[in-house]
């Protein structure tokens, strides 16, 4: 499980370090969104470490969602609902703190992890609503 977390942190760093195009005056939420999905679909998949593997991403209204797969694992394996609470502080705190989050944390832009297993069954999601990070 601790192995897992780390894993956790990690694919987050990469992906979010990934997601954020250059703006400028004229772009649009819509445009970033549109980029940002763009840039992790162009190198998805990709395997983050021995365990994890960012599948792919989408934009639904404001919010960009990741799709992980942690493929040596099966949702029978986890405590699904401590995995989402543990998962969830992990990356609320790095979309909220992270230099690279700070275009969506300034508009608004919810982000959204979801995990499945190596059956590709559903595990968890962990949702941050950046509206929230400036009460951490």
Request: glycine residues 2%; contains cysteine; aromatic residues 8%.
């Amino acid at each position: 499980m601790k192995k897992l977390l780390l894993s956790t942190i990690a694919l987050i760093m990469v992906a979010g370090c990934q997601s954020t195009p250059v703006q400028n005056e004229e772009t649009t939420i819509a445009d970033v969104l549109k980029a940002s999905v763009n840039a992790i679909n162009k190198i998805a998949p990709q395997m983050v470490d021995s365990e994890t593997r960012i599948d792919s991403s989408y934009a639904v209204e404001n919010k960009l969602v990741y799709k992980y797969t942690l493929i040596n694992y099966s949702v029978d394996d986890f405590d699904t609902e401590k995995v989402q609470e543990i998962i969830t502080k992990q990356v609320t705190g790095f979309v909220c703190t992270s230099p690279g989050m700070g275009y969506f944390v300034d508009n608004a832009i919810d982000i959204s992890y979801h995990y499945y297993d190596k059956d590709s069954k559903y595990i968890t999601e962990a949702n941050v609503k950046t509206a929230d990070c400036s009460k951490i």
